[in-house]
């Protein structure tokens, strides 16, 4: 049996997952209904599945955030969003135009990651 982890934005994730991206290791917040814990997890294929494994034990629906990082975030994405979790990709350069644009300033700008260089 698989879970499935819904991506629908009008769902309020039960876990939220913030990821620090780095060449050689992630940190990683999770927060759940059951507490918050605090991982480093290797940039590496083995550590992923590992945390993959983690995460889907989890209250559903999860809900991962970080910003892209050089290249180093494109493995872990690809596995996160291969995995059926809902990932965003929160840009900073994004909010400090939100923040120009708009005196409400104290939202978080979180969009879905939509790869727009090929049209």
Avoid at 15 to 40: C, F, M, N, Y
Avoid at 74 to 99: I, K, M, N, Q, S
């Amino acid at each position: 049996m698989t879970t499935s982890y819904p991506t629908s934005e009008s769902v309020t994730p039960v876990t939220w997952v913030a990821i620090d991206i780095a060449k050689d290791a992630h940190v990683i917040v999770v927060e759940s209904p059951g507490g918050q814990r605090r991982l480093r997890v290797a940039n590496t294929l083995e550590d992923i599945e590992q945390l993959i494994a983690f995460l889907r034990t989890q209250p559903a629906p999860v809900r991962i955030a970080f910003e892209p990082t050089g290249m180093y975030h494109r493995p872990l994405a690809y596995r996160l969003v291969t995995a059926g979790f809902d990932v965003v990709l929160v840009c900073a350069r994004h909010r400090e135009v939100c923040h120009l644009m708009s005196n409400n300033s104290h939202h978080l700008s979180l969009l879905p990651f939509r790869d727009t260089r090929n049209g």
